[in-house]
């Protein structure tokens, strides 16, 4: 089974609706994030988490919330949709252990809002 | 400031060629330099990373990539291209931040390998 985990894989929504990503982890790793990913601009940093009690925002957080229900589950939530916001979104889990932090990511979810 | 730039938005390469992808950063510590490959339709996976140890560091799938401070440069190599290494990868940096690191990705790299 993956460590990482997302669901769902792909969805199509309109705009305005509201709609949650979900991601789960059985890597035990405290820190969880949630990346957009658009051709051309690599990954971009939307939401992190260090633990259950830490949630921060990355550089493009606005149109976004997230939920951390417990270690192992980082959700995501657009809460009115807009087509600006189609895109890839990657989860990703770390073990925070000093310089050369690896990520390890989920599979993705593809999204497109009509 | 952090930042990182990946030079070549495609590279094209015949199989069996030697591939060369090429990256710079700005930093205002000594980083951490990482890089990711992405196959379609999967998530990244660590190909290599440098934490401040040898240069030189080799990867999975036979890449390695040069850490060369005075020319800010973080290269990935491989001698000889597989129709497998067609991928997009990614070259990422990571210095001290607020509550850890903080982490930038490049715009990536997207390997096409020719038979």
């Known amino acids: 089974d993956a460590d990482v985990t997302q669901t769902p894989r792909n969805r199509i929504t309109k705009t305005g609706k509201r709609i949650m990503l979900e991601c789960s982890q059985t890597k035990g790793h405290d820190r969880m994030y949630w990346y957009r990913q658009d051709p051309g601009l690599g990954l971009r940093l939307i939401y992190y988490?260090?633990?259950?009690?830490?949630?921060n925002k990355g550089e493009i957080s606005d149109g976004y919330s997230v939920s951390r229900q417990a270690q192992a589950k980082f959700s995501l939530s657009l809460e009115s949709a807009i087509p600006n916001q189609t895109a890839l979104y990657f989860c990703?889990?770390?073990?925070?252990?000093?310089?050369?932090?690896?990520?390890?990511f989920g599979p993705g979810t593809r999204l497109l809002v009509l | 400031a952090q930042s990182v730039t990946q030079l070549d938005s495609h590279v094209s390469v015949s199989e069996g060629t030697p591939v060369l992808l090429r990256c710079n950063y700005s930093?205002?510590?000594?980083?951490?330099l990482f890089w990711y490959v992405q196959h379609p339709n999967k998530g990244l996976q660590l190909l290599l990373k440098?934490?401040?140890?040898?240069?030189l560091v080799k990867g999975i799938n036979g890449f390695e990539a040069e850490f060369k401070k005075s020319e800010t440069s973080f290269h990935l190599t491989k001698p000889s291209a597989h129709m497998s290494d067609a991928a997009e990868y990614f070259c990422v940096v990571s210095e001290p931040g607020t509550g850890g690191f903080k982490t930038i990705f490049g715009a990536g790299t997207r390997l096409f390998v020719k038979a």
């Open positions: 988490s260090f633990d259950v009690k830490d949630i």
């Open positions: 990703a889990t770390s073990d925070f252990r000093g310089p050369g932090e690896t990520q390890y």
């Open positions: 930093s205002s510590y000594s980083p951490s």
């Open positions: 440098y934490t401040s140890a040898a240069t």
